[in-house]
């Protein structure tokens, strides 16, 4: 008889059934997002286009799915003692929110000059906010040490497997409710969503084929795929502030580089045409960063229109945060 292996993966990948079972837990507290269509789309892009609109998500984004996976996980001392993360964005918001409602204290750092929104929808959730200066302190490091010297969790925004996990539960639903799809497009930052998608793909809809869409000026995801290790770049200047991350994860590099089709990247401009649209058509406010998977998947069409015609794609706006100043700004 050989010895039962130590875990069947060193790295502690997640497979589809932890996202079978991230959609048990997050069951009561997550919204199931509608999904959406446009016969304008449709026609527009000559395919049928599904949009998984997790900017009506609690929080205003899919890192709720992640964050409350993450928590409902967490033993019953170390609920007891709470949780740190450091985000200036969704992440942020969405562990304050998670921790609000399992009774888990929440300890958020975020820079001084984060947005008045953001700080104070972080705090309306309950949570305590630590701020640093961002051009002369390591937010990780602060994070680290206070999560050392309070006993505090540390809630990483993508590299995580129950992270991974409860993200993917955004493309099971849809998947549940489309059927099987012949193109999938979803944004890419530190690839927490697109991971959790592509195991979730592989066991609903095996022959779909699967698109991570990033920021042009931020496309390390791409030179990572290409280089076949995740490579790092400098902070990129990008509208999509949600997926200015500058490398893949340990965790989610792996699964992207096995299942991926391909990373695609998109501009500025054609970010904020997509919230346009969104707007005019479907009714519904997105954030820049939301908007990447519906301009990869305008991108991709227009680069092979044969290969989409008629096509069955599936799309998913990741958040819908933005200050109405901003929004307004932007689309105008
Ligand atoms: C975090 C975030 C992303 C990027 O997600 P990853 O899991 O880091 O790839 C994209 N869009 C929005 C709105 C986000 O908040």
Do not use: W
């Not at 929104?117 to 705090?123: D, G, L, N």
């Not at 539960?169 to 409710?177: F, I, K, N, P, S």
């Not at 096995?258 to 990373?263: F, K």
Request: proline content about 6%; glycine content about 10%.
């Amino acid at each position: 008889m050989t010895a039962a292996p130590i875990s069947a993966d060193p790295l502690d990948l997640p497979t589809v059934d932890d996202v079978r079972a991230a959609a048990t837990r997050i069951r009561e507290a997550a919204h199931r997002t509608p999904v959406l269509t446009s016969r304008l789309v449709d026609a527009e892009v000559g395919a049928q286009v599904f949009v998984k609109a997790e900017n009506l998500q609690r929080s205003g984004s899919f890192k709720f799915r992640g964050a409350f996976n993450t928590l409902s996980r967490l033993s019953d001392a170390h609920r007891a003692t709470g949780v740190i993360a450091f985000s200036s964005g969704n992440h942020a918001q969405a562990v304050a929110l998670a921790a609000s409602i399992l009774h888990v204290p929440a300890t958020i750092v975020m820079p001084t000059d984060a947005p008045a929104s953001k700080m104070a929808a972080t705090r309306g959730y309950g949570a305590e906010i630590v701020t640093y200066d961002r051009y002369t302190e390591d937010r990780e490091a602060i994070a680290t040490r206070l999560s050392h010297e309070r006993g505090l969790t540390l809630v990483p925004p993508y590299d995580h497997p129950d992270v991974i996990a409860g993200q993917g539960t955004a493309v099971l639903e849809l998947l549940e409710e489309t059927g099987p799809l012949d193109a999938l497009f979803v944004c890419l930052g530190g690839g927490g969503l697109l991971s959790g998608s592509l195991l979730s793909a592989q066991a609903l809809a095996p022959d779909c084929a699967v698109y991570g869409v990033e920021p042009r000026a931020g496309d390390d995801g791409l030179q990572s795929l290409r280089a076949g290790r995740i490579v790092r770049i400098d902070p990129p200047r990008t509208l999509a502030d949600g997926a200015a991350t500058p490398y893949l994860g340990t965790r989610t590099f792996p699964i992207i580089r096995d299942r991926v089709t391909d990373i695609v990247t998109v501009s500025d401009d054609e970010l904020v045409d997509a919230m346009r649209m969104f707007a005019t058509r479907m009714k519904i406010i997105t954030e820049p960063t939301g908007c990447l998977a519906f301009a990869g998947m305008r991108a991709g069409v227009a680069a092979d229109p044969d290969r989409f015609a008629g096509a069955r794609i599936g799309v998913i706006i990741s958040g819908g945060n933005v200050d109405l100043d901003r929004f307004a700004a932007l689309i105008g």
